[in-house]
């Protein structure tokens, strides 16, 4: 099987190792790729939010089975493309990715099946939102209702502060992303991200993990896409995940299904617990990232044949095999992120790490030149171990932190912390 991924960070290079990992994968091309990925596998540079330029590159290039990374290509209609033009293709179609694209959409679905999410109101100009926020309590969150890369969620300690951002995100600070603006109640709990396959209206569980949102040790400093995460997450316990899937995710996957836009690929379920009760935070269409990698290195070879199974329809009869592991990944990101960060420092001592399948060094961020890697993004490593225990596996992925010289770089310390 020839293969495509689309993407460019640590979640397409664990797509692309677990792909390799599995004897069906005869050819695998990455576009655009990066520095690690080239290591591996064909890298091509494409603009992969042109799905008929994807589409041609696909024929060329014999390819039979697409995987989409990141969300702004599904949300641009790629996926439909590509199956259009007959491919098989891992991902959901751009009105079935509303469920990331849109936070009043997917508002709207859990309304129309009563599952459990933070109440909230919808609004189209400043006035609106502002006088439903003086309404109501602090703290309160203020969200930018399209895409915005992770950085539209405003959670406002004062209602002048969410006033505030309301005026921001109707000023235009999240773009077009802001012309709409959802406020939710405040939720309170332990979050977890859970991940299912989905083709239509079978669902199956694929995992679960925990990330670290805030770029310093102990939780504090500003929101980033995500410092560290680790696989399993031990408050997804079995009655709070069959809750979920029982009251969030079949019921919102039959609605899709009702509204005539089925959900075929992974669904990225973030979640807010307590006492029990799972309460839905967002939706993502895709694998996040760096959960990705925790979830791949656990995977390995099946992932390929699972993703497959999802994208042809197969899933009812698709088993996940879990090996009863750990594992977790610590992100090194450039001095600076999530502001403005140094970009071109050389990283050395990626050689002498150790590669297998309990330690892998996933790229996120990087170019090589003249056999010198240098760090190109925000997120530039993402060092993950797998291990017996979750302590074991992070005592493995930090010895690898620990060889890479990279003076300009840093990561977060604490990862796994509330679990251990
Ligand atoms: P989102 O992009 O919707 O995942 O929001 C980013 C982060 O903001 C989430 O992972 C939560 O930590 C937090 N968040 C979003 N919505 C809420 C809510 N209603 N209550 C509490 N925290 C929230
Ligand atoms: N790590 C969170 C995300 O991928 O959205």
Known sequence: MNILILGSGGREHALAWAALQNPKCDKLI??????????????????????????????????????????????????????????????PSAAAARLEASKSFTKEICDACNAPTAAYGHFTDADAAKAHIRAGAAPVVVKADGLAGGKGVIIAETIDEA????????GGAFGGAGAEVVIEEFMTGEEA????????????????????KRVGDGDTGPNTGGMGAYSPAPVMTDAVTQKALDEIVRPCMAEMVKRGTPYQGVLFVGLMIENGQPRLVEYN????????????????????????????????????????????????????????YVKGSEIKGLDKLPEDSFHVMFHAGTTEKDGKITATGGRVLAATARGATLQEARDRAYSMVDAVDWPEGFCRRDIGWRAL
């Open 285 to 340: 269409a895709r694998f996040g990232d760096p959960e990705c990698q925790v979830l791949m290195l656990r995977l390995g070879a099946q992932a390929l044949d699972l993703v497959q199974a999802c994208a042809e329809g197969r899933l009812d009869q698709a088993q996940v095999n879990w090996a009863d592991d750990h594992a977790l990944t610590v992100v090194l990101a450039a001095d600076g992120y999530p502001g403005d």
């Open 30 to 91: 990455v576009a655009p790729g990066n520095a690690g990925i080239a290591q591996i596998a064909e890298c091509a540079s494409l603009d992969i939010l042109d799905g008929g330029a994807v589409a041609e590159f696909a024929s060329e290039n014999a390819i039979d089975f697409v995987v989409v990374g990141p969300e702004a290509p599904l949300a641009a209609g790629v996926a439909d493309r590509l199956r259009e033009a007959g491919l098989s293709v891992f991902g």
């Open 193 to 212: 991200s859970f991940f299912v396959l989905v083709d239509g209206d079978t669902c199956l569980p694929l995992g679960t993990a925990q990330d670290h």
């Open 163 to 170: 006033c505030a951002a309301v005026d921001d995100m109707f």
